[in-house]
């Protein structure tokens, strides 16, 4: 990794500082006054040396942090798509359980795979674009949503009747993860501050009214107690005593952790091709109306 | 317009357009030098400098041993305020508690001065730099573990000093918060396994019905992610017959990639290794 970081040329780029130096110097002695003006031909000669110069230093001097993040993503430079291929594996997961819950009929099944694919392209895109805006992992926008919305919103258009039940199913989900990142918050709280079981509830309520929706991406962050995401201090006080609170607020501040956008997704540690298979899913789907399990 | 004074605007004026790109270019070759050699300092001759308010803060992590004391006293009080709910205490059964938590809290920092002034200073080599860490990590994992665990000197404390009908009372609270502890670990083990097998109502519940009827809770509060090992553990150890109900048959296959890892308690025993380290 060490040499990710070492310009390539270093001499040649040593070499043009005295260089520079020299030329202008011997400029500056040579023209005679009338010259000076900005617009003259030794204005402008000036300007093209310094235009030249820099544009020396440039070739010679690749950006440091470009060159670390092509060696470090080999094939992945700020304009090369890193995001369709787990968004594809996150289509088939996600066309899967939408057959489970839906069993959409050939037709159906055909607008969804068009959609679904659409939605695809439309998501990476997002996705390139927080990327090259770099606003951080937090300014990526939540994939998973955006393609159950995408699917919730195709099987409206392929007139499905199951389409409130996927939309009931997916809120039921989104559910399940905001509830379990409540009782681990909690958990966690009462792992250092040793809650009376009154003091729990109260605490949970706390943290689910002011829960905010980024934190129900990931409920992994809920694992590691010194990088828990947390409501404000001011705000949980509430649910505890003094002393408590005196533990609380000595805690040392270490931030949030986060696993990035692929984290989030479950994507991130090879198992790309884990997941229950969309096509699999389409094959064996029983007709519609039968029972899921 | 004498000559000398000629020159002195001339070069002013070259200085305006010139000096800009040039500043900046300059600029950039010295700072590109200077990283590589810092980096030629790093990579070939690593020394850092070590002095005793440094390894206070690693092993504290960000914190003054000061501070650090404070906080294990905090601690210690919050603790005791925990048994208090299996009933009240005596005046005489909270100063024992105290005492004992104290124990517990000194010998730590007796144990990590020993250890500080063992530790070598000043300026150490990579070699002396890695020893050193290995030497700090078990203690700054005992602390960040708590004071008052299992088999401190509290515990024991608690065990022998509590009334029978407070002790009863007092299995009964920690086995509700294990319980709570476990419920929600459960929670995110699932949503976990969702990532890939994303589950209906009717599966999660089930899920949750099994996991909760068939398999306990730990005995132990298990520090950091130790929780959802074991919960990952507990369902890996289910009966196929009990759990392949649940799943439709494609499903299955990505379900049991995922809780492999944590069959026959491979990761806990493993969690469990490092934690005696």
Same mark, same amino acid.
């Given at each position: 990794? %060490?040499?990710?970081?070492?310009?390539? @040329?270093?001499?040649? %780029?040593?070499?043009?500082?005295?260089?520079?130096?020299?030329?202008?110097?011997?400029?500056?002695? $040579?023209?005679?006054?009338?010259?000076?003006?900005?617009?003259?031909?030794? &204005?402008?000669?000036?300007?093209?040396?310094?235009?030249?110069?820099?544009?020396?230093?440039?070739?010679?001097?690749?950006?440091?942090?470009?060159?670390?993040?092509?060696?470090?993503?080999?094939?992945?430079?700020?304009?090369?798509?890193?995001? =369709?291929? $787990?968004?594809?594996?996150?289509?088939?997961?996600?066309?899967?359980? $939408?057959?489970?819950?839906?069993?959409?009929?050939?037709?159906?099944?055909?607008?969804?795979?068009?959609?679904?694919?659409?939605?695809?392209?439309?998501?990476?895109?997002?996705?390139?674009?927080?990327?090259?805006?770099?606003?951080?992992?937090?300014?990526?926008?939540?994939?998973?949503?955006?393609? =159950?919305?995408?699917?919730?919103?195709?099987?409206?258009?392929?007139?499905?009747?199951?389409? %409130?039940?996927?939309?009931?199913?997916?809120?039921? @989900?989104?559910?399940?993860?905001?509830?379990?990142?409540?009782?681990?918050?909690?958990?966690?709280? #009462?792992? =250092?501050?040793?809650?009376?079981?009154?003091?729990?509830?109260?605490?949970?309520?706390?943290?689910?009214?002011?829960?905010? #929706?980024?934190?129900?991406?990931?409920?992994?962050?809920?694992?590691?107690?010194?990088?828990?995401? %947390?409501?404000?201090?001011?705000?949980?006080?509430?649910?505890?005593?003094?002393?408590?609170?005196?533990?609380?607020?000595?805690?040392?501040?270490?931030?949030?952790?986060?696993?990035?956008?692929? &984290? #989030?997704?479950?994507?991130?540690?090879?198992?790309?091709?884990?997941?229950?298979?969309?096509?699999?899913a389409m094959e064996a789907a029983p007709a519609e109306g039968a029972a899921a399990p | 317009m004498k000559p000398h004074r000629s020159l002195l605007l001339l070069f002013a004026t070259t200085a305006l357009f010139a000096v800009p790109p040039m500043a900046s270019a300059l600029d950039e070759?010295?700072?590109?030098?200077?990283?590589?050699?810092?980096?030629?300092?790093?990579?070939?001759?690593?020394?850092?400098?070590?002095?005793?308010?440094?390894?206070?803060?690693?092993?504290?992590?960000?914190?003054?041993?000061?501070?650090?004391?404070?906080?294990?006293?905090?601690? *210690? /009080?919050?603790?005791?305020?925990?048994?208090?709910?299996?009933?009240?205490?005596?005046?005489?059964?909270?100063?024992?508690?105290?005492?004992?938590?104290q124990g517990d809290i000194n010998r730590f920092f007796e144990d990590y001065e020993i250890l500080r002034a063992s530790l070598p200073k000043g300026r150490v080599g990579q070699n002396d730099w890695q020893q050193m860490w290995q030497r700090i990590q078990p203690i700054q994992l005992r602390?960040?573990?708590?004071?008052?665990?299992?088999?401190?000197?509290?515990?024991?404390?608690?065990?022998?000093? *509590?009334?029978?009908?407070?002790?009863?009372?007092?299995?009964?609270?920690?086995?509700?918060?294990?319980?709570?502890?476990? /419920?929600?670990?459960?929670?995110?083990?699932?949503?976990?396994?969702?990532?890939?097998?994303?589950?209906?109502?009717?599966?999660?519940?089930?899920?949750?019905?099994?996991?909760?009827?068939?398999?306990?809770?730990?005995?132990?509060?298990?520090?950091?992610?130790?929780?959802?090992?074991?919960?990952?553990? /507990?369902?890996?150890?289910?009966?196929?017959?009990?759990?392949?109900?649940?799943?439709?048959?494609?499903?299955?296959?990505?379900?049991?990639?995922?809780?492999?890892?944590?069959?026959?308690?491979?990761?806990?025993?493993?969690?469990?290794?490092?934690?005696?380290?």
């Amino acid at each position: 990794m %060490t040499e990710i970081f070492r310009p390539p @040329r270093r001499r040649t %780029t040593r070499l043009v500082r005295p260089l520079c130096i020299v030329v202008v110097m011997a400029l500056a002695s $040579l023209v005679p006054s009338a010259a000076r003006a900005e617009d003259g031909f030794f &204005g402008r000669a000036l300007k093209g040396v310094a235009k030249a110069v820099e544009k020396l230093v440039e070739v010679e001097e690749p950006p440091v942090a470009r060159e670390a993040v092509m060696l470090a993503f080999p094939g992945n430079a700020n304009n090369v798509d890193r995001f =369709t291929p $787990l968004l594809k594996q996150l289509l088939k997961i996600e066309m899967a359980y $939408l057959v489970k819950v839906c069993h959409p009929n050939d037709e159906q099944k055909a607008l969804l795979r068009k959609q679904g694919d659409a939605a695809v392209a439309d998501i990476a895109k997002k996705m390139m674009a927080a990327q090259n805006g770099r606003r951080g992992n937090a300014g990526f926008p939540d994939a998973r949503k955006l393609m =159950t919305d995408a699917l919730h919103k195709a099987l409206v258009e392929a007139k499905s009747d199951k389409a %409130t039940d996927y939309a009931q199913e997916i809120a039921a @989900r989104e559910a399940a993860r905001k509830e379990a990142g409540v009782a681990m918050m909690t958990a966690q709280i #009462d792992r =250092t501050l040793f809650l009376a079981p009154d003091q729990h509830v109260a605490m949970a309520k706390v943290i689910e009214k002011n829960w905010k #929706d980024e934190w129900s991406r990931n409920t992994q962050a809920f694992l590691y107690i010194d990088y828990l995401p %947390t409501p404000d201090v001011s705000v949980l006080s509430g649910a505890m005593n003094n002393q408590q609170q005196a533990v609380w607020k000595a805690r040392p501040n270490y931030g949030t952790i986060s696993f990035g956008w692929e &984290g #989030d997704l479950g994507l991130n540690n090879g198992f790309v091709d884990a997941g229950v298979d969309e096509e699999e899913a389409m094959e064996a789907a029983p007709a519609e109306g039968a029972a899921a399990p | 317009m004498k000559p000398h004074r000629s020159l002195l605007l001339l070069f002013a004026t070259t200085a305006l357009f010139a000096v800009p790109p040039m500043a900046s270019a300059l600029d950039e070759v010295i700072a590109v030098d200077a990283a590589v050699e810092a980096e030629g300092e790093v990579v070939e001759n690593f020394v850092a400098e070590v002095n005793v308010q440094n390894i206070d803060q690693w092993v504290f992590r960000n914190q003054t041993m000061a501070q650090a004391r404070t906080m294990a006293q905090n601690s *210690l /009080q919050v603790q005791v305020d925990f048994v208090n709910l299996a009933g009240p205490l005596t005046e005489i059964q909270r100063l024992k508690l105290m005492l004992a938590g104290q124990g517990d809290i000194n010998r730590f920092f007796e144990d990590y001065e020993i250890l500080r002034a063992s530790l070598p200073k000043g300026r150490v080599g990579q070699n002396d730099w890695q020893q050193m860490w290995q030497r700090i990590q078990p203690i700054q994992l005992r602390q960040q573990a708590g004071l008052h665990g299992p088999g401190s000197l509290f515990q024991r404390t608690v065990k022998a000093l *509590l009334t029978s009908e407070q002790k009863a009372k007092f299995e009964v609270l920690d086995k509700e918060r294990r319980t709570k502890h476990y /419920q929600a670990t459960i929670r995110v083990a699932l949503t976990t396994i969702e990532t890939k097998v994303p589950l209906t109502v009717a599966q999660r519940k089930r899920l949750i019905e099994l996991l909760t009827t068939k398999t306990r809770p730990p005995e132990r509060v298990l520090p950091q992610y130790g929780d959802f090992y074991y919960v990952m553990s /507990q369902l890996a150890a289910l009966p196929e017959e009990d759990l392949k109900p649940i799943f439709e048959p494609r499903e299955w296959k990505p379900f049991s990639t995922m809780v492999m890892p944590y069959k026959n308690n491979q990761i806990m025993r493993q969690f469990e290794a490092a934690e005696v380290e």
